[in-house]
């Protein structure tokens, strides 16, 4: 359990604020910042040196898969909840696909039990659709949100038929996130390539006209029943076509490997970047790229979906898709800002500020007052390579070993609590807690200059 309540003071920081960095001294108590410019004469009972230091909001990852029950020889609440807070993820959304799956209020609930008892950072768990659990699925009402499944998975998780999708958007209340790629396409071109032992073709399977379709089919479904709809891990510089016109129902995500691999890296990673969707060609990278810098797309998560090294080195197809990303996910995005790619403060709207507008979560996302105190302190000149051997997550490895990167996480609190260090490591007696959801604030909102944040 959490320590006794303390006044912290980190002094000196470089604060990344929604519209700038400004030094200043933030100090915070009882899991809420008091202030985001305290004067020299404050007095806190934890005073922190941030000189040199960056502070920013806690990352919020609103695409995780921890395999917790069910599949917890791949990963679990306790080893990837030490992974989030040492790559500054304060907070998770988890998606229902576990064994068995959360389709049901009381499936959520067992999950939110286990993560009371495991996790050392903040979570939620979504409720997962199926075709005819839709009376279950408008009782939900604190939980993230409705994940639908309209590709790439099996049994009463996946939902591809028409009417039922119709159903889901009209009767239920809750944001719906989907994973999309059209089934029948990929049946198709399966079959067409039925016996190859290529892992390119992965990405001929699960193709660009797969994604295409789906995206198109759920947006006009968000559309005509005005429902809020968020598109997961956006795979294609085509799909953006369906996301360009503002709409104050759409939102969209990107992930990690969908701006960092492509198809040419099949040939040295293999299996280590087989995805769904899948890896996709080089002008997609840039096209996503693009795409978050003009606010097509306003939230970058992981997907961290792991498999032992083991079951990822079968020959293909056998081996599984997906990789695990959360512990590295914030090193990444800042070894960009260090190149001038892009901005702090833009990492932090993507990563941080908008998954809790998308998703409506009360407290979460930004450094102001009475705001909850999850943070992260990094350090834009720390220089490390990503190895497999250092992982933290329970299959310990990553696409990215051997990369370096330079802007790492040091320091990560959790409603004020230094859960993870650099220097001190894991705090492990603390527990993150439950989110909290205001589905009413959440979302988006149009202005006649483009996407804006509700505030």
Known sequence: MPSAVTRTLLRNAQI??????????????????????????????????C??????????DDQVHFRDPG???KEDLVFASRAC??????????????????????GVRAKEQLAAEKSRVNYGFYIGATPDNVAELAKATDVPGIKIFIGSST??????????LERIFAETTLPICAHC???????????????????????RIRDEQAAIIATKRATELARRHKHRFHVL??????????????????????CLHHIFFNIEDYSRLGSRIQM?????????????????????????????????????????????????????????????????ECSISQVASWMSDAPARVWGIIGKGRIEPGYDSDLVLVDLDKQKRIMDEDQITKCRWSPWHGQNLTGWPVATFVGGHRVWSAEQGFDDKFRGSKLKFDHQRGGFWATPDGIGIAD
């Open 16 to 49: 990344v604020l929604p519209n700038e960095v400004r030094t200043g001294s933030v100090v915070f108590e009882n899991g809420t910042i008091l202030d985001v410019d305290a004067g020299e004469t404050v007095q806190a009972d934890n005073v922190v040196d």
């Open 51 to 60: 000189s040199g230091l960056h502070l920013m909001p806690g990352v919020i």
């Open 71 to 73: 599949l917890t020889h």
């Open 85 to 106: 807070a040492a790559g500054g993820v304060t907070a998770f959304l988890e998606m229902p696909n576990t064994k068995p799956p959360a389709i049901t209020l009381k």
């Open 155 to 164: 049994g009463n998780l996946l939902v591809d038929e028409q009417a039922a």
């Open 181 to 203: 790629e059209d089934e029948t396409t990929v049946r198709a071109n399966a079959e067409r390539l039925t016996g190859t032992s290529d892992i390119t073709d992965h990405s």
């Open 233 to 254: 891990h956006v795979s294609t510089a085509a799909e953006l076509a369906f996301l360009r016109d503002r709409s104050i129902y759409l939102t969209a995500e990107i």
């Open 276 to 340: 769904n969707p899948s890896i996709k060609t080089q002008a997609d990278n840039e096209g996503l790229w693009n795409a978050l810098l003009d606010g097509t797309i306003q939230v970058i998560a992981t997907d961290h979906a792991p498999h032992t090294l083991e079951e990822k080195s079968q020959p293909y197809p056998q081996s599984p898709s997906g990789l695990p990303a959360v512990e590295n996910s914030l090193a990444l995005m800042l070894d960009r800002v260090t190149a001038g």
